[in-house]
């Protein structure tokens, strides 16, 4: 059975940094693409970061450029998001997500975790 599990949410103040994990499950499962989406309490689903499997195609919100970063270790098969200068607008549950294309749409991710909350205090 195919999964996805994040890990690593929490409370923090402005400025402060947070690494989330998503650790990907299964036989034979490596994704061609995965991502990060977040969905704040009330809102829709939000995309913040995709990375396709070889890194070759690495795609960002403007909300989160140049302060987020993803990556992907094929051989632990997990996906990480590094969160630095945290605002509290990025208080959110962040969910990882896996799919064959690496898009901004979440409809283009089939397999998704039950997410991690991570809340930012001003």
């Known amino acids: 059975q195919v999964q996805l599990a994040e890990s690593g949410g929490g409370s923090v103040q402005a400025g402060d940094s947070l690494s989330l994990s998503c650790a990907l499950s299964?036989?034979?499962?490596?994704?061609?693409?995965t991502g990060w989406f977040r969905q704040a309490q009330g809102k829709d689903r939000e995309f913040v970061a995709a990375?396709?499997?070889?890194?070759?195609?690495?795609l960002y919100a403007d909300s989160v450029k140049g302060r987020f970063t993803i990556s992907r270790d094929n051989a632990k098969n997990t996906l990480y998001l590094q969160m630095n200068a945290l605002k509290p607008e990025d208080t959110a549950v962040y969910l990882c997500?896996?799919?064959?294309?690496?898009?901004?749409?979440?409809?283009?991710?089939?397999?998704w975790g039950r997410g991690t909350q991570v809340t930012v205090s001003s």
């Open positions: 990375i396709t499997r070889a890194g070759d195609l690495v």
């Open positions: 997500a896996a799919g064959h294309r690496a898009t901004m749409r979440p409809g283009t991710y089939n397999i």
């Open positions: 299964g036989r034979d499962f490596t994704p061609h693409a």
